[in-house]
Every structure is written in structure tokens, then in C-alpha cells.
């Protein structure tokens, strides 16, 4: 095989790959982005959550709402099975309250609470580095994490975003309401 004929095989795979995970392919824009896996840098595509009520979670180790993990992981066992995703995305933005590395946050995540739902890699949360998903979160809801566990609840067209706080419980009644509303909804 020539250079030249497995350069064009490498970039037709990579046309093919991006191929995937654009939003041509029918991808919400809102879930158009991609993160590294927490446990193994794996890249992953929200686009595979389409068609999901997906719960995002700005998630520090280290927190008072650490505690949080176990209700978040409750909310995604008891629904997931109707289309819920809860996702995690670690954060070390707001008092440095998640300084270990992605190993460590996927081995204590794992060992403390037993989650299961997905995680994605370390991610900047907070001005000026927030990060291109985060931007259009808050630019949907007018409203910027001001601390760990801050919720954005997402419906099943990546069209309607809710804003919850810290302070909201994963299993309170306004926001399993909204889950359980959006859940009816045919995607």
C-alpha cells in the first residue's frame, strides 16, 4: 500500500468519524459536543444521549452537596430505563473543592457512591474558561453555576433547558416533576 492511498484511507475515516457526531446527522446543536470519558479519556459524544432527558451535573469531591452523588445516582437507576441520563462533569472551579485527577475522581465517584451514570472528563465550568457546552447552557437558562452541583435538566429535543441549584436535592419534588414531565413527552 502506498503513503498516498493510506493517507486518503486515514482521512476517509476521520471524514467519517466527524461525520458521526455532526449535527447534520440530526444531533440537537445543544448536545453537539464531545468529552473525554472520566475513567479512560474515551471520547464521547453527547450526540449518543439524543432523544434522552438528560440531567448535567457540575460535580466537585470535596463539597458539602458531595452527598449529592447518591441521590443523583438514585434519580438515574429509578428513570433511566424511561430515558433518563444524568451526566457528571467534574469541576475543580469552585473552591478547589476537586483537585485530584480524572483516575482519582473515577475511582472515589465509583468506591463512595457506587456511580454509575456517565462521567466526563475534569472540565472548566466558571469564567473565563467555561467551556463551549457550559456557555450555551447558560445562555438557554440566563443562569451561571455559582457553586458545585449546580443542574441543568435538558428535554428530550435538546430545545428546553431548566436552571436548578446547588440547593435543589436530586430528588426534589420540582425537579423529578420535570423529569417525570419530560419523560412522558414522545422524543
Known sequence: MTSLTRFVQVLLAVAGL?????SAAGCPPLLDHVFPKLQDGTPQSLCQYEGKVI?????????GFTGQYEGLESVYDKHKARGLV?????????GDQEP?????????CRMTYGVKFPMMAKTDIAAP?????????????GTRPKWNFHKYLIDRSGSRVESYSSLTAPDSRILIDRIEQWLAEKP
Open 100 to 108: 485530584g485527577s480524572n483516575k482519582e475522581i473515577a475511582d472515589f
Open 18 to 22: 466527524l461525520a458521526a457526531t455532526s
Open 129 to 141: 474558561k467555561t467551556g463551549a457546552f457550559y456557555k450555551q447552557l447558560i445562555a438557554k437558562t
Open 55 to 63: 440531567l448535567v451535573v457540575n460535580t466537585a469531591s470535596f463539597c
Open 86 to 94: 444524568v451526566i457528571g462533569f467534574p469541576s475543580n472551579d469552585f
